[in-house]
Structures are given as structure tokens and as C-alpha cells.
Nanobody, 125 residues
Framework: VQLQASGGGLIQAGGSRRLSCSAS????????VAWFRQAPGKEREFVSA????????YYDDFVKGRFTISRDNDKKTVYLQMNSLQPEDTAVYYC???????????????????WGQGTLVTVSS
């Protein structure tokens, strides 16, 4: 599967943005899709994931209550709605996918074998 991340840009603190991850290929419903981000000078970190099939969602603590992940299997697209953005949310956001990922590994980067190119989100104070 090929992934295309989009929707980044410059946002003022407190604002909102929706990122999209569009996929090509077959059996999209069989893929867990996640968002990771990498801030300048930092390692890439897990943000959120939506499981294959039933669409169970997962969030890291620093985005709970602010970000919402969702998927539209007909459109082969996963969305990340980001609200109450803060300057510390500034990063390149990557979407990643893997088929039939075990629940224990949804936040483990090395298990994802398909990656999009990243989209830059810059939050100004």
C-alpha cells in the first residue's frame, strides 16, 4: 500500500487542523494506520492509531482529548483532527500502516512497514 499525507501548514496556537492520509492499494480495511510525528531535533514519536476492521482508536497521552483519529474505508483515508494546537505540536507528521497489527504494538514504529512522506505542521505562539 502507498500512503500520502496531507493537510499540514501554519496554524496559530489554539487553532485546529485536519490531516489526511490517503492510501492506494487493496484491502485497506485490513490495515492499522497510525500517525507519528517528529519535532526538530527530536526522535519520531507515536501520536495516534486506528485499528484495522473495527477501528479501535489509540492515543498518546499528550494528545488525548485534543486529537481525534478516524478512518473512512470507502475512501481509503485516515484523518487526524487536531484541536487546541500548541507550539509543542510543531512537527512533521507521518502516517504509517501495517496489516493485522497486534494490539500490543500499535505504538511501536518498527512494526509499521508502509510510510507516507510526512506533512509539516507548524504552530505559532
Amino acid at each position: 500500500v502507498q500512503l500520502q499525507a496531507s493537510g499540514g501548514g501554519l496554524i496559530q496556537a489554539g487553532g485546529s487542523r485536519r490531516l489526511s492520509c490517503s492510501a492506494s492499494g487493496s484491502f485497506f480495511i485490513n490495515y492499522t494506520v497510525a500517525w507519528f510525528r517528529q519535532a526538530p531535533g527530536k526522535e519520531r514519536e507515536f501520536v495516534s492509531a486506528v485499528k484495522y476492521g473495527v477501528g479501535t482508536t489509540y492515543y498518546d497521552d499528550f494528545v488525548k482529548g485534543r486529537f481525534t483519529i478516524s478512518r473512512d474505508n470507502d475512501k481509503k483515508t485516515v484523518y487526524l483532527q487536531m484541536n487546541s494546537l500548541q507550539p509543542e505540536d510543531t512537527a512533521v507528521y507521518y502516517c504509517a500502516a501495517v496489516s493485522f497489527l497486534h494490539d500490543d504494538y500499535y505504538n511501536v514504529e518498527r512494526y509499521y512497514n508502509f510510510w507516507g512522506q510526512g506533512t509539516l505542521v507548524t504552530v505559532s505562539s
